[in-house]
């Protein structure tokens, strides 16, 4: 960390937000020093304002935990902040940096402002970590605050992974019961699929429209089973369901450590509407209350019904006959379904064809529609007459 026993030279923050490619991040300000990290040795320590000023003193004098405990909540927000801008800059050169370095993300590895939105979470949900055993923990005098939270960073990171998980559900440490071990026949490739699964349930992360990584894990098993040809995203998602076949042999076990967290995760939504898809075209929501679009939808099919027997009467055909077929064929058929309501699978939800049965309704309906062609005259649809 290059820390020494003289004192502190503090670095001057510019504190104007700058626009990044990953948007302005409330409370995190990018630093000179971050901007190049490439030299990750370089000493990251926020500038000594009061607050943080308070904090090393709490530190130092091993009451900050119990200051922290005593404090009422603007407090503790004061402490948080404090914690917060001496913590991020560590936990970026310690273990963001790294991590961006293994993945291949050079463009992450440009600092706080370059990382990409996926990454961002992940950092600060480990900032949100470290900060928490930096407020709870620390009970023992810490005369350089900055050795002591890198020390910490890799247990208070995977504790915090831990417990984001327990709270989604998951299991915490996912291993691979015996039971389950068994009944994949041990299986080197499905007992790690299993515990792909155990994992990837306990993630805030999707797999875009997919409810598994199958490309990821494809590549995985041509590692694993050393068959690269047959290793393809159609064979992992046939054993995907293998795999998830067995684990429902234990319901309860089941829906508490994969479908109840997997049911957390945020589903994934189109950036656009799907225009030359092989279904209808995704549309937004209207805003207002949905009864009256569909009132809307019955009146076009009304008008449209009327328009259809009065020109079927001028023809000289039978007026009971034409309501009934014309009725039949525009309110009998299937309901197409919208974006905010569930779906008619079945056709003639309204019990259409029921009520054409029934003779009394039926004399009920032609007398109605006769009443509105005597209205409308010639029974054209112009307005009014619906």
Request: charged share 25%; net charge neutral.
């Amino acid at each position: 960390m290059g820390l020494s026993d003289g004192p502190t030279q503090p670095l001057e923050y510019d504190r104007t937000p700058r626009s990044a490619p990953n948007g302005p991040q409330a409370g995190l300000f990018v630093s000179r020093a971050v901007d190049h990290i490439g030299s990750r040795t370089r000493n990251l320590r926020p500038r000594g304002d009061d607050r943080v000023r308070r904090l090393r003193e709490l530190a130092r004098d091993g009451r900050l935990a119990a200051a922290v405990a005593d404090a009422d909540e603007a407090g503790r927000r004061v402490l948080s902040a404090a914690a917060y801008d001496v913590v991020w800059p560590i936990v970026y050169s310690r273990l963001t940096y790294r991590v961006e370095q293994r993945r291949g993300h050079l463009s992450c590895m440009g600092g706080v402002h370059q990382l990409a939105d996926e990454c961002l979470d992940r950092f600060h949900d480990d900032v949100e970590a470290v900060v928490d055993d930096l407020l709870s923990r620390t009970r023992q005098p810490v005369h350089h605050l900055e050795a002591w939270i890198a020390g910490r960073v890799n247990a208070a990171t995977v504790d915090g992974y831990r417990r984001r998980r327990g709270e989604r559900g998951a299991l915490q440490r996912p291993r691979l019961p015996g039971w389950l071990d068994t009944a994949l026949g041990r299986d080197r490739w499905l007992t790690a699929l299993a515990v792909r699964i155990l994992e990837w349930v306990g993630v805030p992360q999707t797999a875009g429209n997919e409810t598994w990584p199958v490309g990821s894990w494809a590549q995985e098993r041509a590692t694993v089973t050393g068959d690269w040809r047959g290793s393809d995203p159609d064979v992992v998602a046939r054993e995907i369901e293998t795999v998830l076949a067995v684990m429902r042999r234990r319901p309860e076990w089941f829906e508490s450590y994969v479908e109840r967290p997997l049911g957390r995760k945020q589903a994934p939504v189109a950036a656009m509407p799907v225009e030359n898809g092989p279904g209808p075209a995704a549309t937004p929501l209207a805003l207002g209350d949905p009864g009256v679009a569909v009132e809307s939808e019955m009146l076009r099919l009304a008008a449209a019904a009327v328009e259809v027997i009065g020109s079927r009467r001028g023809r000289g055909e039978d007026t009971q006959r034409i309501v009934v077929d014309v009725v039949r064929r525009v309110f009998g058929g299937s309901v197409p379904a919208v974006l905010d309501r569930a779906p008619h699978e079945a056709a003639d939800p309204g019990s259409v064809t029921e009520a054409l049965a029934d003779p009394a309704t039926v004399d009920r309906i032609v007398a109605t529609v006769r009443a509105i062609i005597s209205e409308c005259g010639d029974g054209s649809a112009a307005p009014g007459c619906i």
